[in-house]
């Protein structure tokens, strides 16, 4: 126990958390003790994280800790405050960096109770009772303890500030609404607080409204994840033993038509072999006939060849080989044209499948996500319409009375004033073109017609090209001669997103913000090409850098 001369370290029996002796101290497993209520308060906002901490030494625990009663620490708390030494209490009620200090006090500055709007001091709570005791001194404004005493008098009448400037929005004196403030909108500062603290308290409940809704909206959230990850694991799963089940069969039915063509083949062999035989003992007998003609046909003697031919016996019936093909060999070629196409069927099925998974994945939907997918665009000049003139390194194309010196090439466009890109587009691609006048911006296969002046050759006319249609502040989207007529802001860029292999073709209005136009969802066959066509004399299309 605590001896009657010791020096005792209050701050050694005071809890960190509230800065008060401790009351019911407990030890946590890192060694530090506190408050039983207060380190429970603690833990008890932690919760919500999942993770506990020590105050002190910020020590984790992944579960909450069990707290053990300190006995002894408890023991000696006891013992400090029934000896009541007044070191302790004098270092209790000594001010600390955080506490405002008694103005008046010499030597150890003592924490201040109250301050005093009238006198502009701090007082401790042993100087203070003349406050409460004096009937002049009982007048006085106290208020809780501020550093910022003096910003509440005014520095020039040297007058607490009881008055609110609505029209300068500032807390004044009484002699400045009769000087700097004279004419201005002026009300009590307790009336003004008033009315500030029914808005504080509108404002609280909002946010509170706001707090509960975002929790809500929160909650919902989690509701979708945990959906979307559990219709996902169920998914998987399902996948998988569906493929499971699916190999199991294909493997199955491949060794039942193994088995099949084997016994057939067995079977089909097994005959012919049979007939084989008899073929062969045929022949024996034949060729054994024929040695024996041929010597009677040599015989001299007239009578003894007309005595031997009667002899000799016929020719045995011959076997019968209608089972013997003479047409081109072919038995079981049937069997894998069926197996080829059950391959090509699951084969389709299986692309389609993939198609949908295709489908599943999400599309960009701000310009920095289509960013990612820019592509600079160049022109072919082995393409380009000769009413057409290529600049700005085959970037730009200008519609131009001037007839270009191109030299003959199968891939120009004769008749229709376009240019295709030398690149080929396949996967995510985005680019933007910067348009003046009229102009269709467009896709195609690259083996769109050149040479003729027909609707086969012309960026939307054909079901090889799809475009968009830009002019003055309106849109039409054309594709295999179907006119569509699109709504969006007036802009002079558009841009162009195609995903090819989930068959998305989109065209965008860009300025400061991205609009969609018109969206296509098809099955790419083939490569695709970007593509202009400038409409008139007064039109240009440049294939900018997106940024």
Not at 153 to 166: G, P, Q, Y
Not at 405 to 430: A, K, M, N
Not at 491 to 509: K, M, T
Request: glycine residues 4%.
């Amino acid at each position: 126990m605590a001896q009657g001369g010791a020096q005792l370290d209050p701050q050694k029996f005071s809890c960190s958390i509230c800065l008060d002796p401790l009351k019911d101290p407990v030890t946590v497993p890192c060694g530090h003790s506190y408050c039983s209520n207060c380190i429970k308060g603690h833990w008890d906002e932690e919760q919500n994280k999942g993770i506990y901490s020590c105050p002190q030494c910020r020590k984790k625990f992944m579960q909450r800790p069990d707290m053990e009663i300190n006995i002894v620490l408890a023991e000696l708390v006891e013992d400090l405050k029934k000896t009541g030494l007044q070191a302790a209490a004098a270092d209790l009620c000594s001010a600390g960096p955080e506490d405002v200090a008694y103005d008046v006090c010499s030597g150890r500055k003592l924490k201040a109770v109250k301050s005093c709007l009238v006198c502009g001091a701090s007082y401790c709570e042993e100087h203070l009772q003349g406050h409460y005791e004096a009937t002049p001194l009982k007048k006085h404004q106290l208020v809780e303890p501020s550093k910022k005493l003096q910003e509440k008098i005014c520095s020039l009448h040297v007058e607490v500030k009881k008055i609110f400037c609505r029209t300068d929005q500032q807390c004044i004196c009484y002699l400045c609404t009769m000087d700097q403030h004279r004419g201005h909108e002026t009300v009590p500062a307790a009336a003004e607080r008033s009315q500030k603290q029914k808005e504080l308290e509108g404002s609280r409940l909002n946010i509170q409204q706001r707090i509960q809704e975002r929790e809500k909206d929160m909650k919902l959230l989690q509701q979708q994840m945990e959906a979307i990850n559990v219709s996902a694991d169920e998914a998987v799963e399902h996948s998988k033993e569906s493929f499971t089940q699916m190999i199991r069969l294909l493997q199955k039915r491949s060794l039942e038509v193994k088995r099949q063509l084997r016994s057939q083949q067995q079977t089909a062999v097994s005959g012919l072999k049979e007939l084989e035989e008899k073929l062969q003992l045929e022949i024996a007998e034949l060729k054994r006939k024929d040695v024996q003609l041929e010597q009677l046909a040599h015989t001299e003697d007239h009578t003894q060849f007309l005595h031997s031919y009667t002899s000799v016996s016929a020719p045995s019936e011959p076997t019968h080989s209608s089972s013997i093909q003479t047409a081109p060999l072919r038995y079981f070629e049937d069997v894998a044209a069926a197996v080829s196409e059950s391959r090509d069927k699951l084969q389709g099925i299986l692309r389609e499948n993939e198609e949908e998974l295709l489908l599943l994945q999400p599309q960009p939907e701000s310009r920095a996500v289509f960013l990612q997918y820019s592509q600079q665009i160049t022109l072919d000049p082995n393409s380009v319409n000769r009413e057409l003139k290529l600049s700005d390194g085959d970037r730009k194309v200008t519609f131009t009375e001037e007839v270009q010196s191109y030299s003959d090439h199968p891939d120009r466009f004769i008749e229709w004033p376009q240019v295709l890109s030398r690149e080929s587009l396949t996967g995510r691609s985005y680019w933007e073109v910067e348009r003046e006048g009229d102009v269709y911006v467009a896709v195609t296969y690259k083996n769109i017609s050149r040479a003729g002046g027909g609707k086969e050759c012309g960026f939307g006319y054909n079901d090889k090209s799809w475009a968009i249609y830009c002019y003055s502040n309106s849109f039409i989207f054309y594709h295999n001669k179907i006119r569509t007529p699109v709504s969006g802001p007036e802009s002079s860029r558009v841009g162009v997103y195609l995903d090819h292999r989930a068959g998305i073709l989109s065209f965008y209005s860009v300025s400061e913000t991205m609009t969609l136009l018109h969206r296509v969802q098809t099955s790419f066959t083939q490569p695709l090409h970007a593509g202009v066509w400038v409409y008139d004399s007064e039109s240009s299309a440049e294939f900018v850098k997106p940024e």
